[in-house]
């Protein structure tokens, strides 16, 4: 069984950056998405960025530029960088790890708090 472990959320004031760690226990072996999604409170769950296995990102509109999201695969972990936070990124931050096929998965982290606010 994997378990995806977060870490990295925190209490920070806006304009200023934190870095969320996805760690993986055990081996994921091939992926074919990562991604950091975010939810809060009353609010449904979205998308934030993503990475596919081949090296392509998307986010969201409202994060461009200021997140970049990564992964060390001899490390088994995936980052999320935040820089410039603003008051309306504060949320709860899922990462998951996502394979379809014939050796399908789909995993979600604990989450991890992050709260933007002077």
């Known amino acids: 069984q994997v378990q995806l472990v977060e870490s990295g959320g925190g209490l920070v004031q806006p304009g200023g950056s934190l870095t969320l760690s996805c760690a993986a226990s055990?081996?994921?072996?091939?992926?074919?998405?990562m991604g950091w999604y975010r939810q809060a409170p009353g609010k449904q769950r979205e998308l934030v960025a993503a990475?596919?296995?081949?090296?392509?990102?998307n986010y969201t509109e409202s994060v461009k530029g200021r997140f970049t999201i990564s992964r060390d695969n001899a490390k088994n972990t995936g980052y999320l960088q935040m820089n410039n936070l603003k008051p309306e990124d504060t949320a709860v931050y899922y990462c998951?790890?996502?394979?379809?096929?014939?050796?399908?998965?789909?995993?979600w982290g604990q989450g991890t708090q992050v709260t933007v606010s002077s």
């Open positions: 998951r790890v996502l394979r379809w096929g014939d050796t399908q998965f789909d995993y």
């Open positions: 990475l596919s296995s081949g090296g392509r990102t």
């Open positions: 055990g081996s994921i072996f091939s992926i074919n998405l």
